[in-house]
């Protein structure tokens, strides 16, 4: 089992006398626009394909035992409000629940956790990197310049939304879910989020995305999904090996 809320109570705590150091994984997603082909689930679909690469990874290490938690699947999404289905929740209420969790959870002994987290809105990634450095647990930050650079061009260039990378990683794991028909027919749409943000554009519109995308979706594989979700789970496996240290 590798679901956490899978276990019964016992053998949750049996977990902290086993000779494997539990580390915990916490998905975090948002419920947000993801142009006209990709689900609005993408970010969590993304956090909680990389948790399940990792646990298979590990599966039979001596050393660690890694368990993933539910998702969080609410965030600060503000970006994509003049669209439908997009659900923010505020600062705060992210903040206190990941301190709030993380609490409980090392309160039990439960110290090492990873958030592990694909949606990239600043105030979102902010309000991550706080909390977790409060609650003293692990945030793998991929939008990082030494953890960004391992990723795809298209990521890099900070055409990051709904593109060719993100629309990869669903094809992956959930192909269904992605309308292929109007996938094929969007034009490449470059747009640069990080310097957009840094000219005061505060949402998908103003940025010249007026579908919810950027980057080139067209161009996404199945082949691509699959590279990119190993390089992701490298990059947690790294981290967990860190945590459990
Ligand atoms: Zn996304």
Known sequence: M????DLTSPQVADLLTGPRTPVLLLPVGAVE???????????????????ARAVDRLADDPDVRVLVLPTLNY?????????SGA??????????????????????????IVVV??????AHVATLRKATEEAGIAYL??????TAERLTDEFR????????????????????????ATMTTLAPIDVNMAAAMADGKADFVAMGMDQAYCGSPADATVAEGQST??????????????VAR
């Open 87 to 112: 659900v923010s929740v505020s600062e705060s209420t992210l903040h206190s629940l990941v301190t709030d969790v993380c609490g409980s959870l090392g309160s039990q002994g439960f110290t090492r």
């Open 117 to 122: 987290n694909n949606h990239f809105e600043p």
């Open 2 to 5: 590798t679901a956490f809320a």
């Open 33 to 51: 626009p993801h142009g006209p082909h990709a689900p609005l689930g993408t970010d969590e679909l993304i956090s909680a394909g990389m948790c």
């Open 157 to 180: 260039s900070g055409a990051c939304h709904a593109g060719r990378y993100e629309t990869s990683l669903v094809l992956a794991d959930r192909p269904e879910l992605v309308d292929t």
């Open 75 to 83: 965030g600060v999404t503000r970006f994509g409000a003049a669209f």
């Open 229 to 242: 979700f190993d390089t992701l789970t490298d990059l947690l496996v790294e981290l967990i090996r860190e």
């Open 141 to 146: 930050d991929l939008v990082r310049r030494r």
